[in-house]
């Protein structure tokens, strides 16, 4: 049972436009999410987070907007750029799994930013 | 460099035989985190130890593998006897255990069993 989905494996746009990720989730308990981006033969890097209290964080060229009712999440990149073009995870935690940094990840999106 | 530190970066090897991992956290980071991924799928959680005490392991985690963090710092993952079905890229993570506290990445091992 997928409890984190990114229902869209890939994603193109053109350099300087908008890129939004979205990822759905399905356990309630989720209080804690983050977004992830890995690029080949790497680990997956921190990229921003936001906590069940928020509907918003901001970091830089990054947003991440978080709809609780929807149990919805997208990620904004403005603008693109082709350094951007990686995979994406979203990734959720529950803090009553015992370790409140285990995350639940998705199958991730493919983003590619044409120059 | 202190980032996770994963070694080896890929490792071959025939079914049956048994395999050994090693991860070194960031210095700083009480907690460790093995995960696996596979082709077209994210990170999947396979144990975590809190300082040198392993206090989950998920299902996915069967008899053949097993995990150690002697003195709570470095620490080995052992799959014995593999399967043509282990071939993935187990990847470590550490964070210190503060609420919300993210997970930091090493590069993984990538396993191939043949």
């Known amino acids: 049972d997928q409890q984190v989905k990114q229902n869209s494996p890939s994603l193109s746009v053109q350099e300087g436009r908008i890129s939004i990720l979205n990822c759905d989730y399905t356990?309630?308990?989720?209080?804690?999410f983050l977004w992830y981006k890995k690029y080949p033969a790497e680990g997956p890097t921190f990229l921003i987070s936001i906590s069940s209290i928020k509907d918003k964080n901001e970091d830089g060229r990054f947003t991440v907007f978080l709809n609780k009712s929807a149990k919805h999440l997208s990620l904004h990149i403005v603008p693109s750029q082709p350094g951007d073009s990686a995979v994406y995870f979203c990734a959720a935690s529950d803090p009553n799994t015992g370790a409140n940094s285990k995350l639940t990840f998705g199958k991730g999106i493919t983003l590619s930013v044409r120059p | 460099d202190t980032g996770v530190s994963q070694d080896p970066r890929h490792k071959i090897t025939k079914r049956g035989q048994n395999v050994t991992f090693r991860c070194d956290p960031i210095?700083?980071?009480?907690?460790l985190y093995w995960y696996r991924q596979t082709l077209g799928q994210g990170p999947e959680f396979l144990t975590y130890?809190?300082?040198?005490?392993?206090?989950?392991k998920s299902r996915l985690l069967s008899d053949r593998f097993s995990a150690e963090r002697p003195k709570g710092s470095f620490s080995t993952l052992e799959i014995q006897r593999t399967e043509q079905g282990d071939s993935a890229m187990y990847l470590c993570?550490?964070?210190?255990?503060?609420?919300?506290?993210?997970?930091?990445f090493g590069s993984g091992t990538q396993l191939s069993v043949l």
């Open positions: 210095s700083e980071h009480n907690r």
């Open positions: 356990n309630s308990m989720f209080d804690y």
């Open positions: 130890f809190q300082n040198e005490a392993q206090l989950e």
């Open positions: 993570a550490s964070s210190l255990s503060r609420v919300d506290e993210k997970l930091f």
